[in-house]
């Protein structure tokens, strides 16, 4: 019994912040350790490369944020395929050290906050439609990110948003009311 005092003991100490630091949540410290993994392997990654860049890492929205800030287009690549490419990789990397898979988000040289914009445009343009014609539109295919974006708008605008077809073709159908 006192074996099991002494484990329960020793859990709550881990949990608690030091004197010093913010009172945090077990998940805040989880996205803040996520964060720093992920900004440590990808700096080794710049470094490898020989390319600049200054990482910032914060949480937003329950998942931690990772923000290349630099002038390398490459680490964006055609249509954000090497950007994808390497927030899969941190990914990867944050689940081998913790062995929990990660949300965790990453942009470069601003290329997602760009595009989030774009498509917000792009689905008020396609609800308008919707709302006009009384008929479905069928955009474009995009990955998971984007097509979240649209969700969130159309949700936003008291529409159904629904994804059809299989991933790299999977698209967002926006449905009129009733």
Do not use: C, W
């Amino acid at each position: 019994m006192s074996d099991v005092e002494i484990e329960i003991d020793v859990v709550e100490e881990t949990d608690e912040p030091a004197a010093d630091e913010p009172a945090r949540s077990k998940r805040e410290r989880a996205l803040v350790n996520e964060g720093e993994i992920a900004a440590d392997y990808l700096e080794e990654l710049l470094d490898i490369a020989d390319l600049d860049g200054d990482i910032d890492t914060f949480n937003e929205g329950g998942r931690a944020h990772v923000s290349i800030v630099t002038d390398a287009d490459i680490l964006v690549g055609r249509d954000g395929e090497v950007l994808e490419a390497l927030q899969e990789l941190a990914r990867l990397a944050v689940m081998t050290e913790t062995g929990h898979r990660s949300r965790l988000m990453l942009d470069v040289a601003g290329h997602r906050d760009r595009r989030r914009k774009e498509l917000e445009v792009l689905a008020k343009d396609a609800i308008a439609e919707v709302v006009e014609t009384g008929e479905s539109v069928r955009l474009a295919p995009m990955n998971p990110f984007e097509r979240k974006i649209v969700h969130d708008v159309v949700a936003a605008a008291g529409l159904i948003s629904e994804s059809e077809g299989e991933e790299p073709r999977r698209r967002v159908v926006i449905l009129p009311k009733g």
